[in-house]
């Protein structure tokens, strides 16, 4: 996406021009067109961001032993410093909070916010879909306990999980383009809120 933007405002080669509703795109995209983009990036993510933390309060609230593991991580990283911002080199030894996105990540489950009709079906707003990613997640051979909120199980030194075993943001083409960026957002939100 970043690519995209970047080279966005070039000239186009005519061989390569794409259309719109039978409009014609030849022409670079306006400094309008790309702001909108980066700010669609930023906007679009928010919900499943807030989504996401929501759950991650909850998990932490209800396991004791992870919050006090998830605070003594931040403790040590920031020794008691609550006023400085965090740096990529904090941010990379946030390890703990890392995996208990991952452990969020695998137990919750997606759903829609607006009704939508999708191949003929008419789909209520608060349809939970499961693209059964349970037969993944849950799945006894690949995770032990797989019912039990263990962020510790991402912790096993030496395990190397099948990219596939995670689906957190998908993959493929249609991996979320905000992925990176919304492990930072809720990492640093885990970490800024207990400091």
């Given amino acids: 996406m970043l690519t995209s933007v970047i080279t966005a405002n070039t000239p186009r080669d005519v061989n390569y021009t794409k259309t719109v509703g039978g409009e014609a795109l030849d022409r670079p995209m306006t400094y309008s067109e790309i702001g909108g983009i980066i700010f669609d990036g930023f906007l679009g993510g928010s919900d499943t961001t807030a989504n996401a933390i929501s759950f991650i309060i909850y998990y932490i609230a209800r396991n004791p032993d992870v919050k006090k593991k998830m605070i003594e991580e931040i403790n040590r990283i920031f020794q008691g410093d609550k006023i400085r911002p965090i740096t990529e080199n904090d941010f990379q030894k946030l390890k703990y ?28 707003a608060g349809t939970m879909f499961r693209i059964n990613a349970d037969v993944i997640h849950k799945n006894e051979d690949c995770c032990e306990d797989p019912d039990k909120f263990n962020p510790d199980r991402w912790m096993v030194e030496g395990l190397e999980p099948n990219k596939h075993s995670l689906l957190m943001f998908v993959g493929g083409l249609r991996i979320c383009s905000g992925r990176k960026l919304a492990m930072i957002e809720l990492i640093c939100l885990m970490a800024l809120h207990i400091i």
């Fill in 97 to 124: 909070c890392e995996v208990i996105v991952k452990e969020v990540s695998r137990i919750f489950p997606r759903c829609i916010e607006k009704s939508d009709e999708i191949t003929g079906y008419q789909w209520p």
